[in-house]
């Protein structure tokens, strides 16, 4: 019988890593840092601002297009800054109205296999590697969410912002879904087979407000800030800084 001692080097999941894959991983931390520290500087004095969200397959003829387009220039007008993920579709029409406002229009850039062409309506633009730490620029400026119909990456976002205000991580702010007969659907399915299967509560949905119009989505944010700071607070910062 052998005897012999098991040894985990020998297994393949502990296998070494390759000098050069080891040094390339660890210079990719300052090309993430550099990331985190352009957007810090570059976004610092946008707020208040508003993310809006949507999908970048909808042209200017689409009417959620136009939509976008007006929440953008409504929100800009009120004195909102407006952060988009910088390509087409919903992005450029948020882009393109508040570029026509008052206040400044900010793209989020993403680098991607299929390169994604930025849109011209950008007062601020940044360009990203990474979707995370785009996500946390997305987040950490926002005074609300506006989301508009989309696919995947719409629903990420959206799934993002509820998991980071549900668990403390994120100070609490609007997030309005815009266009209800859209979002139906995904709303009855939280409402009849998540909460009923306790993996959200109940109170979880009080988050969500789905509106239709640009003017009731400016006063929605208006009237959430009427009892409380639009500018985040000491302990909210503190929030921030650890996303």
């Given at each position: 019988?052998?005897?012999?001692?098991?040894d985990?080097r020998?297994?393949?999941?502990?296998?070494?890593?390759d000098?050069?894959?080891l040094?390339?991983?660890?210079?990719?931390?300052?090309?993430?840092?550099?990331e985190f520290v352009?957007?810090?500087?570059?976004l610092?004095?946008?707020?208040?601002?508003?993310?809006?969200?949507?999908?970048?397959?909808?042209g200017?003829?689409?009417?959620h297009?136009?939509?976008?387009?007006e929440?953008?220039?409504?929100?800009?007008?009120?004195?909102?800054s407006?952060?988009?993920?910088?390509?087409?579709?919903?992005?450029?029409?948020?882009?393109?109205?508040?570029?026509?406002?008052?206040?400044?229009?900010?793209g989020?850039?993403?680098?991607?296999?299929?390169?994604?062409?930025?849109?011209?309506?950008q007062?601020?633009?940044?360009?990203?590697?990474?979707?995370?730490?785009?996500?946390?620029?997305?987040?950490?400026?926002a005074?609300?969410?506006v989301?508009?119909p989309?696919?995947?990456g719409?629903?990420?976002?959206?799934?993002?912002?509820?998991?980071?205000v549900?668990?403390g991580?994120?100070?609490?702010?609007?997030?309005?879904?815009?266009?209800?007969?859209?979002w139906?659907g995904?709303?009855d399915?939280?409402?009849?087979?998540l909460v009923p299967?306790?993996?959200?509560?109940?109170?979880?949905?009080?988050?969500?407000?789905?509106?239709d119009?640009p003017?009731?989505?400016?006063?929605?944010?208006f009237?959430?800030?009427?009892?409380?700071?639009?500018?985040?607070?000491?302990?909210?910062?503190?929030?921030?800084?650890e996303?």
């Amino acid at each position: 019988m052998n005897d012999k001692p098991n040894d985990k080097r020998s297994h393949p999941s502990m296998a070494s890593i390759d000098d050069t894959t080891l040094t390339h991983e660890s210079w990719k931390i300052f090309q993430i840092m550099a990331e985190f520290v352009e957007g810090f500087e570059r976004l610092a004095h946008i707020r208040p601002a508003v993310s809006i969200f949507g999908s970048s397959r909808f042209g200017p003829d689409n009417p959620h297009y136009r939509l976008a387009e007006e929440i953008g220039r409504a929100l800009s007008d009120a004195g909102f800054s407006v952060v988009s993920g910088g390509g087409p579709g919903i992005m450029e029409a948020a882009n393109k109205g508040a570029f026509a406002g008052n206040s400044p229009s900010v793209g989020l850039n993403i680098q991607l296999p299929h390169e994604q062409i930025a849109n011209e309506y950008q007062n601020i633009s940044l360009t990203f590697r990474h979707f995370f730490s785009r996500k946390v620029m997305f987040v950490k400026y926002a005074a609300a969410y506006v989301v508009l119909p989309g696919g995947f990456g719409t629903l990420d976002e959206l799934a993002e912002i509820l998991t980071l205000v549900q668990t403390g991580k994120s100070r609490r702010i609007p997030i309005i879904l815009v266009h209800a007969p859209f979002w139906q659907g995904l709303l009855d399915w939280f409402r009849q087979t998540l909460v009923p299967a306790g993996t959200v509560s109940a109170r979880d949905l009080e988050l969500l407000l789905t509106l239709d119009k640009p003017q009731e989505v400016v006063d929605a944010i208006f009237s959430f800030y009427e009892d409380r700071q639009i500018k985040p607070s000491p302990e909210e910062q503190r929030i921030l800084l650890e996303l």
